[in-house]
């Protein structure tokens, strides 16, 4: 099974306050998404990327920012947090056909 | 707008009986489609893909895919309380973004 490894689990922080979610996959993928997923609903596509140093803007992407790094590393970034962003943030990769997206554990965030 | 909406949001069947959830796109570009299934307090695992009209089976699951409307449906025959879960269907764009609907929670009462 693919491997997608999000950090930290759980977030708490302050509202203006500086947050980054960390991704890892293990897969080669070349997709890598982030999505965020309010209770009661579904997934919501924030940024994704096609591969390390590419970004593409998803349906939400106002407050986030998003690196890739490497071929594995998919960052998210929250510059000044607003409690509107608090969340269940998952990450998810698949290979270049995209036929199956393999998420991680997800992230629960809270802005206070 | 969202791209995907899915009906109805929520669903109980009798164990054993048949669950049908629906799904359709807004988007004329949208051009693969997903089910994923997500267990309370897990992530989302792919359940089937549809890519072409017509019909797949997979043990008790079956989708149907109308490309002509953007309409896919999920069919779950001899529904088990393991089923229950919240359904996510999923489409992708020319732009290769993947877009989901808000789900259907399927209860199946034992």
């Known amino acids: 099974e693919a491997a997608v490894t999000q950090s930290p689990r759980n977030k708490v922080t302050v509202t203006g306050g500086n947050v980054t979610l960390s991704c890892r996959q293990t897969n080669s993928h070349n997709y890598m998404y982030w999505y965020r997923q309010d209770t009661g609903h579904g997934l919501r596509l924030i940024h994704y990327s096609y591969g390390a140093g590419n970004l593409q803007i998803g349906d939400v992407p106002d407050g986030y920012k998003a690196t890739r790094t490497t071929q594995e590393d998919f960052f998210l970034l929250l510059e000044l947090a607003s409690p509107s962003q608090t969340s269940l943030y998952f990450c998810a990769s698949s290979d270049a056909s995209q036929n199956t997206l393999y998420f991680g554990a997800g992230t629960r965030l809270s802005v206070l | 707008q969202q791209k995907v909406q899915q009906s109805p949001e929520s669903l109980i069947v009798p164990e054993g009986g048949m669950a049908s959830l629906n799904c359709t796109s807004s988007?004329?570009?949208?051009?693969y489609f997903w089910w994923y299934r997500q267990h309370s307090g897990k992530s989302p695992k792919m359940l089937m893909?549809?890519?072409?009209?017509g019909e797949k089976e997979e043990g008790r699951f079956t989708v149907h895919l109308n490309k002509a409307s953007l309409h896919t449906s999920l069919h779950i025959r001899d529904s088990q309380p393991s089923d229950s879960a919240l359904y996510l269907c999923?489409?992708?764009?020319?732009?290769?973004?993947?877009?989901f609907g808000d789900g259907t929670q399927l209860v199946v009462k034992p």
């Open positions: 999923a489409a992708s764009d020319s732009n290769n973004r993947i877009f």
């Open positions: 893909s549809i890519f072409s009209n």
């Open positions: 988007d004329r570009n949208v051009d």
